[in-house]
């Protein structure tokens, strides 16, 4: 059984900062993709980006550029560096992983920038 636990949403203003992370516990055998997704109310879940065990990295179109992934795979912990906020970034952000032949969601942390 995999846990994914996110911390460090909150409320920022527009053009501000914010860094969340997730952490991977229980039945972790294997090095596999991670990444984050989010949702806001009425919208689906939308890729944000995805990264490899050895770093390599995929960012969705919406975030390119001001949106930065990364691991630290000695601590099973992926992080978000969200720069240049904009209000159309507000919703639930999930960490996801593909692990034991299925996806695993992570119980999501809520990311609010204020206009």
């Known amino acids: 059984q995999v846990q994914l636990v996110e911390s460090g949403g909150g409320s920022v203003q527009a053009g501000g900062s914010l860094r969340i992370s997730c952490v991977a516990s229980?039945?972790?055998?294997?090095?596999?993709?991670m990444g984050w997704f989010r949702q806001a109310p009425g919208k689906e879940r939308e890729m944000v980006a995805l990264?490899?065990?050895?770093?390599?990295?995929h960012l969705g179109n919406s975030v390119r550029g001001r949106f930065s992934i990364s691991r630290d795979n000695a601590k099973n912990t992926i992080y978000l560096q969200m720069n240049s906020l904009r209000h159309e970034d507000t919703a639930m952000y999930y960490c996801?992983?593909?692990?034991?032949?299925?996806?695993?969601w992570g119980q999501g942390t809520q990311v609010t920038v204020s206009s």
């Open positions: 229980g039945s972790v055998e294997e090095l596999r993709d």
């Open positions: 996801w992983a593909y692990l034991s032949g299925r996806d695993n």
């Open positions: 990264v490899s065990p050895s770093g390599g990295y």
